[in-house]
């Protein structure tokens, strides 16, 4: 079982370009949570995806923007990046209905933006 | 104020001494997360709590609902403890995580 993979792991971009990171969810699980974690600060939660529609979404603008495939991983689209957005992005899997588990997380795409 | 507290933010301590982080939150729950970060950025859990204590190894990790507290103890620390030690919330609404900030400890041999 590989858990949750992310790729790439690290990712230099300029400004006001746009960038897509990518998470595949452990085995077993549907759903998938993104969070971004800026430098010394803990993860804030970005969204959520469960049968491919946004479920939940944090205090983000729409430049953040997601997308769930039939296979359950997901991608993170982020637009019109800003030096802001520079930040540890992190994906979480889990299995709808069984939220009161282990959590599982990716190893993170370290963004940055120049 | 910060739904999830955690201290201390730092934290410095010899070879083989008892350790405790700890973390208070100010919302209902359903379950506590404590985690690990190693430089490099992957969290694993180390524990998931709804109630009373668990073990595993060094680690215990206790959690007192009432008083909205829970705390991480490392026994016997050891360097390759060094890390970031983060407590996350899933909030009794909703299935996020909430996070506090993380406490760094550095164990000195």
């Known amino acids: 079982d590989a858990g949750v993979t992310q790729s790439p792991t690290h990712l230099i971009k300029t400004r006001g370009q746009q960038v897509t990171l990518r998470c595949s969810p452990k085995s077993g699980h549907d759903t998938v949570s993104w969070y971004q974690q800026a430098l010394g600060q803990g993860p804030q939660f970005i969204f959520q995806y469960y049968e491919e529609e946004e479920r939940q979404r944090g205090n983000f603008p729409d430049r953040f923007s997601g997308h769930q495939f039939p296979n359950y991983s997901s991608e993170l689209n982020v637009n019109a990046l800003l030096l802001g957005d520079s930040a540890l992005y992190l994906c979480?899997?889990?299995?709808?209905?069984?939220?009161?588990?282990?959590?599982?997380f990716g190893q993170g795409t370290r963004l940055t933006v120049v | 104020k910060n739904e999830v507290e955690q201290s201390p933010q730092n934290l410095t301590a010899q070879e083989g001494e008892f350790i405790t982080i700890n973390c208070s939150y100010s919302v209902g729950i359903s379950a506590l997360h404590w985690l690990q970060q190693h430089p490099g950025g992957g969290i694993v859990s180390l524990f998931m709590?709804?109630?009373g204590k668990k073990k595993h190894g060094r680690l215990i990790a206790t959690i007192n609902i009432q008083e909205k507290h829970s705390s991480l103890h490392i026994t016997a620390s050891h360097p390759r403890d060094s890390a970031v030690y983060i407590c996350?919330?899933?909030?009794?609404?909703?299935?996020?995580?909430?996070f506090g900030a993380g406490t760094i400890l550095r164990v000195k041999s």
């Open positions: 996350a919330v899933r909030s009794s609404f909703g299935n996020k995580l909430v």
């Open positions: 979480a899997s889990s299995l709808v209905g069984h939220q009161n588990t282990e959590a599982f």
């Open positions: 709590l709804s109630s």
